[in-house]
């Protein structure tokens, strides 16, 4: 099985910061590895699809980047709406599941 | 694109619970679904895939041999056939689309969930 790992498991930050966010796999995955948001109560949302695409409606200030085992969401000038919990997810191989990371909360 | 789970409840360890989801707004007979779930206050697990054309099937190990994804393209609707349920089965169960027929493994729409809990 690929074990996912994300670091910070929480921050602080303020309207305004650029926020990076670590993803790292237990194996090489190339570039399929996707990002999501979820507010509390809510269901998630897909924010970014294999590494670095945006997906469609979501704001240019989020960003994604990275290969192989390592990988970086990014938010620039993080907005109000933008507090909530992030998931890394692979998906390189529907036989091994498509394992989600533990998570970082993005806090005020 | 609307994604409508139901099916949830209180059930004791051991017994069987299915659950569905409605879909609507797209082409379902053409694009993999998944379920994934939430233990209450956690992180999120997924559980099970199953390709447009319901031959192809993917579980967690967590859940294999015991939940059993299946599809009715006619009917619209996902399903998920949950046996021999312990306690770390409790959690809220999503239902998501997946953007290929095979199954990328993106979740690119959710349903707002059914919630599944386990106890005696």
């Known amino acids: 099985d690929i074990q996912m790992t994300q670091s910070p498991s929480s921050l602080s930050a303020s309207v305004g910061d650029r926020v990076t966010i670590t993803c790292r796999t237990s194996?090489?995955?190339?570039?399929?590895l996707n990002w999501y948001q979820q507010k509390p109560g809510k269901a998630p949302k897909l924010l970014i699809y294999?590494?670095?695409n945006l997906q469609s409606g979501v704001p240019s200030r989020f960003s994604g980047s990275g290969s192989g085992t390592d990988f970086t969401l990014t938010i620039n000038f993080l907005q109000s709406e933008d507090f909530a919990t992030y998931y890394c997810q692979q998906s390189h191989s529907a036989p091994q599941g498509f394992t989600f990371g533990p998570g970082t909360k993005v806090e005020i | 694109v609307q994604l409508v789970e139901s099916g949830g409840g209180v059930v004791q360890p051991g017994r069987s619970l299915r659950l569905s989801c409605g879909a609507s707004g797209f082409t379902f007979s053409t694009l993999a679904m998944h379920w994934v779930r939430q233990a209450p206050g956690k992180g999120l697990e997924w559980v099970a895939l199953?390709?447009?054309?319901?031959?192809?099937?993917y579980y967690a190990d967590s859940v294999k041999g015991r939940f059993v994804i299946s599809r009715d393209n006619f009917k619209n609707t996902l399903y998920l056939q949950m046996n021999s349920l312990t306690v770390e089965d409790t959690g809220l169960y999503y239902c998501a689309r997946d953007p290929a027929a095979a199954g990328s493994g993106e979740c690119d729409y959710w349903g707002q969930g059914t919630r599944v809990t386990v106890s005696s």
């Open positions: 199953i390709s447009s054309d319901g031959y192809n099937k």
């Open positions: 294999t590494a670095s």
């Open positions: 194996q090489n995955i190339g570039r399929y």
